[in-house]
């Protein structure tokens, strides 16, 4: 496998949690950059929230606070945890990987390998 594969999404009111799992057998998490991605129809595919190894972790300004990636190096698994959320998070969340040295995280045409994503729909 060499695509990302995401899996968590539904729907929840606002002020609601989910969380997304990025499983990402084909690839190294800790090796690779791995960052969650959310699009909603007529808009560009936004950053959200990226991982690289253990220590390295991107968040956009919109869920700082609020989201939380983290990752379980045995099972190749990268989850985002999210936590309070509203309307705006609604989305067609992706989890992509870049497999190179360094990344501009928020830049989809900064990643290799892109999963075929999950729904997040919060209701107000």
């Known amino acids: 496998q060499e695509h990302p594969v995401e899996s968590g999404g539904g729907s929840v009111q606002t002020g609601g949690s989910l969380r997304l799992s990025c499983a990402v057998s084909?690839?190294?998490?800790?090796?690779?950059?791995i960052t969650w991605f959310r699009q909603v129809p007529g808009k560009e595919r936004e950053g959200v929230a990226g991982?690289?190894?253990?220590?390295?972790?991107w968040y956009a300004d919109a869920v700082k606070g609020r989201f939380t990636i983290s990752q379980h190096r045995a099972a190749k698994l990268v989850y985002l945890q999210m936590n309070n959320l509203n309307p705006a998070d609604t989305g067609l969340y992706y989890c992509a990987a870049n497999l190179g040295m360094t990344v501009r995280w928020a830049l989809p045409e900064d990643y290799d390998y892109w999963g075929q994503g999950t729904q997040v729909t919060v209701s107000s």
């Open positions: 991982i690289y190894n253990v220590g390295t972790i």
């Open positions: 084909g690839m190294s998490s800790t090796r690779n950059f």
